[in-house]
């Protein structure tokens, strides 16, 4: 008999993306061979945000105040009846298939998380590269702080979401990196699905990448790159091995790892995009009308 839960939470924090965010909620529209609810958390856009969510029956709206991102996702994580759980940010999009090959993927094993790969694409949509990982590294994660993509992440609720495991709202840059790093440092099972089923756009207004852009950086920006720098400090210093105590040494051994890891991260990502096959998605069923 089927689990009368639903398969998947989508939870989508959003405030004036009126201009991607119908791609985000068409890409979900489109999953097959799954039962999904979305919820989106808006923290009250003044553009046309509401208008376009209007056009899909699928998707929840909640509209109030929060405290930021991830303030909106915790409360999308609390009101969440998925069997699995995710965030999609309002720009980003799901592949055709990703849901389904997740939960083929999920069948029959115990992981708290299963995550893959995903494509960088730019504003229009347009692919820039691809991003093709690996199976979990702990002490990576550590020193590399987040080399998964929370918009191909998921997180079974019954043992994750529904233990009060959320996301820290004092981390307004990195917080899947403390996420990830938290639920690895509490023995959480992460499984590694071996294809690309989410794109990630890239623009102006990411707030992780605002401030790469050296040409262009004002105090602002950097700001923002220092805050970012001290958040992922945080997790390594909170996270990571504590052998040496000494302050110089701390740092030398945080540079000796971090290049460590580098390497391993650059091999890995080549061989698992060049040996080994990806798994491709299923295409959706043809709709009654179209050719097949």
Known sequence: MKDPLLDFTIVTPSFNYGHFIDDCLKSVAMQHGVVLEHLIYDAGSVDDTLEVIAKYPHAKVVQEADKGMSDAINKGFKAAKGKWVMWLNADDLLKPGALKAILDF??????DVIYSGWDFVDTSG????????FPFQKKMMHYLICYIGSTSAFYRRETVIAEGHHLNED?????????YNRLASLGKK????????ADFRMHGENLSFRHRNKENRNASDELVRQKQFAESLTITRCYGQQVIKTTPMVWFVDGFFNIFFKAQKFLLKRIYRWVVPLVELENPPAQEGQSK
């Open 106 to 111: 999920a069948e029959g094993k115990d992981h």
């Open 126 to 133: 347009k692919m820039m590269k691809p991003m093709t990982i």
């Open 171 to 179: 981390f307004k840059y990195v917080m899947d990196g403390e996420f």
């Open 190 to 197: 992460f499984g590694y699905l071996h294809a690309r089923i």
